[in-house]
């Protein structure tokens, strides 16, 4: 009896005595610990990374302005930190205009975060896999008025392919990306290995896992969300134990699980 309870425990709660670092906050950290505790963790939700203002703030503003106005069609938001650009502006998005998220990712961070997503490519959850699917995806309508949001460090990849194809592009910086101290508490759990895995959600983060974490228990489970973010932390040294399905925060919860269910 009590056997079978454990055991029917252990499916519906198959993350129970994990801790497990969700290395952002705001709404997409919210619902990621949320659902962390639904499957037994014990979330430590310690933003690694945020946004600072850029350097030409007034070209950011006046462009959320005109995107309140009505003057664009299409919005394209690159990463789940521009989405926390738009809510500490309270941006707001004008009915007419539509959003495409490059992944799904940013997807959920916007709808976290109130806001509606039009387009998420299918396949391949970049700039390039964007690209790939934007004439399907807008009936092949040129020219377009499009606003892409990008960080300081981005490739324009995205801004220069609408360009290519003949829309009207206005291009912005919404932020730059800075590191964020963890709590020491944090830091020496990790290295006492009581930290069963870190999620790595960027080549951002990866960064600052390496930097204020490494070098990571080879006890603790290292997930990326992605194989892009996978590349990004290998070629800085850090060590990957496992890559999400597909670039969700579902399926990267969803690996932990089978870790968990395979040991």
């Given at each position: ?18 801790r497990?670092?969700?290395?952002r906050?705001g709404p ?41 106005a009505?003057?664009?069609?299409w ?20 009915a ?8 799904e ?5 916007l709808?976290a975060?109130?806001y ?15 690209l ?5 995806a807008?009936?092949?309508?040129v ?5 892409t949001l ?6 324009p ?36 290995g ?12 990866a ?6 974490l ?14 892009r ?9 850090l060590?990957v ?5 597909s670039?969700?925060?579902?399926s990267l919860?969803?690996a932990?699980?089978h870790?968990?269910?395979?040991r």
């Amino acid at each position: 009896m009590n056997s079978r309870y454990k055991t029917k425990a252990s499916l519906a709660k198959p993350l129970t005595g994990w801790r497990v670092l969700v290395p952002r906050g705001g709404p997409w950290g919210d619902h990621v610990a949320a659902d962390l505790r639904s499957k037994g963790a014990q979330p430590i939700v310690a933003p690694m990374i945020n946004f600072a203002p850029t350097d030409d703030a007034p070209a950011l503003e006046a462009a959320l302005a005109r995107l309140a106005a009505g003057d664009f069609d299409w919005m394209t938001v690159t990463s789940a930190t521009t989405v926390d650009v738009l809510s500490s502006h309270r941006a707001v998005v004008a009915a007419s205009t539509r959003i495409a998220a490059v992944g799904e990712t940013t997807a959920a961070a916007l709808i976290a975060a109130g806001y509606r997503v039009d387009i998420v490519p299918s396949e391949d959850n970049s700039a390039r896999g964007l690209l790939e699917e934007w004439e399907t995806a807008t009936s092949g309508q040129v020219p377009l008025r499009i606003l892409t949001l990008r960080s300081e460090i981005a490739k324009p990849l995205l801004t220069e392919g609408l360009r290519r194809i003949g829309h009207d592009v206005e291009s912005v910086v919404a932020y730059r990306t800075i590191g964020v101290p963890v709590d020491q508490r944090v830091v020496a759990d990790v290295a006492a290995g009581t930290v069963q895995a870190l999620l790595v959600t960027s080549g951002s983060v990866a960064q600052q896992v390496q930097d204020q974490l490494g070098p990571i228990p080879e006890s603790t489970v290292v997930a990326c969300i992605g194989p892009r973010t996978a590349r990004d932390a290998a070629a800085i040294g850090l060590r990957v134990d496992v890559v999400a399905d597909s670039p969700s925060a579902e399926s990267l919860i969803q690996a932990l699980v089978h870790v968990a269910q395979s040991r």
